[in-house]
C-alpha cells in the first residue's frame, strides 16, 4: 500500500526515492509560509523505511512534536511539522515496502486514460490525457530529482524508459504527474540524453500549452514547472521551439514570467542554434504596453527580459 501524505485538504502519494517539502517551487510539496525555508524537509521512501531528515532550515522540522535531530525513521500516523504547517504520514506498513521494485522509483502502471489526437510543438502528434480532471493531477507544485544528492538506485536506460511508461500511462491524481514525469526526465538529461528526455516531457508539457490554448489556464506553479522544463530541453536539445513554447504558453495566460524561468531562458537562449524571435518580441511589446501598472519586481523581470530579447537579437 502507497505511502500517503495529509496536508490540508490534500492526501498526497508519496513515490518511492526523495520527496523534497519547502517553500521554493522546485520542491514536490512547496508550501506557501514564511517560517519555511526554500529546501525545508526531505521524506526518503525506500524499499524498507521511510525517513524524515532537516535540510538545514531555519525553523527545523518537528516529528510528533519535537524537533528532530538527523534522519528520523516515520511509522504510521506520525505527525510532521514544517513552520507552521502540520502533516500526516499515513500508510506505512511496519514491514516496509519491500514489495514495490525500486527500480521504478517514479510512480507505477494504472489503467490508461482516456486519451485523444491533438496538435504538439514542434508539429508533433501524440496521444494526450484528454480527461476533464486534467488539473486534478496537478495538487502540489514543483520538480526536485535535479537537487538530490542521494544516489537513485539502478539508473540505466531500460529503468528510465519503464518509469516514464508507468508514470504516462495515467499518473495517480493526487501527486503532481509533471513533478513525477519531470523526476524521470532530470535523470535522463543527467545522463546526456537529451532526445530521451524530450520525449518523457512532451506529452505533459503539450497537454499544458494546449489547455491554455483552449482558454482554460493551468494553475500558475504548474506554468512555471513546464516552463523550467522546456528551458531545460532548449539548453539540452538547442532547439528554439522549446524557447517559443514559453512565450506562447505566458502569452495565453496572460501573466508575467517569473523571475526562475527567465534565470534558466538566459542560459537557454544561449545554447540554441537557431531563434525565431517572433514570440518573443510580441510577449515583450506587450509587457510595454502595459508596465505602467508594474511594481518595481515586475518591472525588473520587464527589463531582464527585454535584455533576453536583445541577447536572442544577436543568434
Not at 67 to 80: F, M, S
Not at 154 to 165: E, G, Q, R
Amino acid at each position: 500500500m502507497a505511502v500517503r501524505l495529509r496536508y490540508l485538504s490534500h492526501e498526497l502519494e508519496v513515490p518511492l526515492g526523495q520527496f523534497v517539502i519547502g517553500r521554493s517551487a522546485d520542491c514536490q510539496l512547496a508550501l506557501d509560509d514564511p517560517l519555511v525555508s526554500r529546501r525545508h524537509a526531505l521524506l526518503t521512501v525506500r524499499g524498507d523505511s521511510v525517513t524524515i531528515e532537516d535540510l538545514g532550515s531555519r525553523n527545523g522540522v518537528s516529528l510528533n512534536g519535537t524537533k528532530i535531530d538527523g534522519p528520523q525513521k516515520l511509522a504510521h500516523g506520525d505527525h510532521i511539522t514544517i513552520g507552521g504547517q502540520e502533516m500526516v504520514l499515513e500508510n506505512i506498513p511496519e514491514e516496509g515496502l519491500a514489495s514495490v521494485p525500486e527500480s521504478i522509483a517514479f510512480g507505477h502502471p494504472r489503467s490508461v486514460a482516456r486519451s485523444a489526437r491533438m496538435p504538439t510543438v514542434a508539429g508533433h502528434e501524440g496521444s494526450f490525457d484528454t480527461r476533464e480532471d486534467f488539473w486534478s493531477d496537478y495538487t502540489t507544485p514543483g520538480v526536485s530529482s535535479q537537487q538530490n544528492t542521494s544516489p537513485t538506485p539502478s539508473v540505466n536506460s531500460a529503468n528510465l524508459a519503464a518509469a516514464a511508461a508507468a508514470v504516462n500511462a495515467q499518473p495517480d491524481r493526487h501527486v503532481n504527474a509533471l513533478s513525477l514525469i519531470g523526476s524521470v526526465a532530470d535523470k535522463a538529461l543527467a545522463m546526456g540524453r537529451a532526445e530521451e528526455a524530450e520525449r518523457i516531457l512532451l506529452r505533459s508539457l503539450n497537454d499544458v500549452l494546449q489547455k491554455a490554448r483552449d482558454g482554460h489556464a493551468p494553475p500558475l506553479d504548474l506554468a512555471s514547472t513546464a516552463a523550467i522544463y522546456a528551458a531545460k530541453l532548449a539548453s539540452a536539445t538547442g532547439k528554439g521551439i522549446w524557447i517559443d513554447y514559453i512565450f506562447d504558453l505566458y502569452t495565453r495566460i496572460d501573466q508575467l514570467v517569473p523571475g526562475t524561468v527567465v534565470d534558466e531562458l538566459y542560459s537557454a537562449v544561449r545554447k540554441v542554434k537557431t531563434l525565431d524571435m517572433g514570440k518573443m518580441r510580441a510577449y515583450t511589446e506587450s509587457l510595454r504596453s502595459r508596465s505602467s501598472s508594474f511594481g518595481p519586481s515586475e518591472r525588473f523581470v520587464q527589463q531582464r527580459l527585454e535584455g533576453l530579447e536583445r541577447l536572442g537579437g544577436l543568434k
